[in-house]
């Protein structure tokens, strides 16, 4: 008798996670990797694959039940790093406190600790979380845009690769 016949929590959760995109090795493959002899996709294909990547995690979704898990992956902070060695410096360095403000301090650290590496970093923002510290302070390398700007730039940038 009485109660809820249907219950639901609400909750929110940051997901953090990093990758590295090896530009030059996207559409290169050597026997070991394929059967064939070593083959190379002309530029043109490859740029159109990278792009359909940063579509894709432009507009990342979790399935069919997305709207009934209230679940919603698409980034709402992202950083793109340009540099001439392939190390996952900012896996640990981008965090956020309690209150969703992005914790600056820490990233810009890591981007001037690493900066002999680093040709360029793009960050991509939204009102989701606080990033007001990078509005100010930040070194020259790194352009703080907002989220669908911040992937065009990467597509622009890309592009004269």
Excluded: H
């Excluded at 896996?91 to 956020?96: A, D, F, G, P, Q």
Aim: with cysteine; proline share 3%; net charge negative.
């Amino acid at each position: 008798k009485g109660g809820n016949m249907v219950e639901t929590e609400v909750y929110s959760a940051y997901l953090r996670g990093g990758g590295l995109i090896e530009l030059d090795r996207v559409g290169k493959f050597d026997p070991s990797e394929i059967k064939e002899a070593t083959l190379e996709i002309q530029k043109e294909e490859r740029l159109r694959r990278l792009n359909l990547l940063l579509d894709s995690m432009m507009t990342l979704w979790t399935g069919g039940k997305q709207t009934n898990m209230l679940s919603d992956i698409s980034p709402k902070f992202i950083a793109f790093a340009f540099q001439t060695v392939k190390l996952p410096f900012l896996l640990e360095s981008v965090s956020c406190d309690a209150k969703g403000k992005i914790m600056a301090e820490m990233l810009i650290d890591s981007i001037t600790n690493y900066s002999s590496i680093i040709d360029r970093v793009i960050i991509g923002t939204t009102k989701v979380l606080d990033a007001s510290e990078l509005d100010a302070g930040v070194p020259e390398t790194i352009e703080v845009l907002p989220m669908t700007d911040a992937f065009s730039r990467v597509k622009e940038i890309l592009s004269t690769i």
